[in-house]
T-cell receptor, first 115, second 113 residues
């Protein structure tokens, strides 16, 4: 069974440019998470979807970040415009549901460098 | 609010030696506790979790952790490490009634031959 797929794996852009990350969760997983992992730190939740509904986006900087999960499957995270401080690894994870027994499976991440 | 402290950013250890990675948390409510491992260029993988019951939890790859409520700790241990255990390890907490994980800053375990 394929795991969580993310693309691209690496992205280098100049500040003020837009960027988008794509995530394909494990088939059948209703819950999808986007995390940001800054260098030397643990992941921090940006947004959580249950099916196509964003149920927790309290940590998403809404002035420049947006996300969508059309049809409750794939998801896209966008930054426009990017700032130097957005350089980080963006992780996508999915789980069957939100119960405790439902393990989160993480993708390999997209490493963003903003110059 | 919850916070997770991993006291050691890096832990060097020789192969076949025991290791303990420390994790302390603070929370005003009861929490569930997790350890994840991240190998280079890979996503996080669940090692073990404490939900309830026995305070000693066994996970994959020979790792175990002990929940100590009085000390608000959840230290990860392995009696004999292998080169393949070289990775970064993250401790995380989740509140009883809220599906949000708070991760520590990670501990890089470097196993030397």
């Amino acid at each position: 069974e394929a795991g969580v797929v993310q693309s691209p794996r690496y992205k280098i852009i100049e500040k003020k440019q837009p960027v988008a990350f794509w995530c394909n969760p494990i088939s059948g997983h209703n819950t999808l998470y986007w995390y940001r992992q800054n260098l030397g730190q643990g992941p921090e939740l940006l947004i959580r979807y249950e099916n196509e509904e964003a149920v927790d986006d309290s940590q998403l900087p809404k002035d420049r970040f947006s996300a969508e999960r059309l049809k409750g499957v794939d998801s896209t995270l966008k930054i426009q415009p990017a700032e130097l401080g957005d350089s980080a690894v963006y992780l996508c994870a999915s789980s069957l549901d939100t119960s405790l027994v439902a393990e989160q499976f993480f993708g390999p991440g997209t490493r963003l460098t903003v110059l | 609010a919850q916070s997770v402290t991993q006291l050691d950013s890096q832990v060097p250890v020789f192969e076949e030696a025991p290791v303990e990675l420390r994790c302390n948390y603070s929370s005003s409510v009861s929490v569930y506790l997790f350890w994840y491992v991240q190998y280079p260029n890979q996503g996080l993988q669940l090692l073990l979790k404490y939900l309830s019951g026995s305070t000693l939890v066994k996970g994959i790859n020979g790792f175990e952790a002990e929940f100590n409520k009085s000390q608000t700790s959840f230290h990860l241990r392995k009696p004999s490490v292998h080169i393949s255990d070289t990775a970064e390890y993250f401790c995380a907490v989740r509140r009883y009634n809220f599906n949000k994980f708070y991760f520590g800053s990670g501990t890089k375990l470097n196993v030397k031959p």
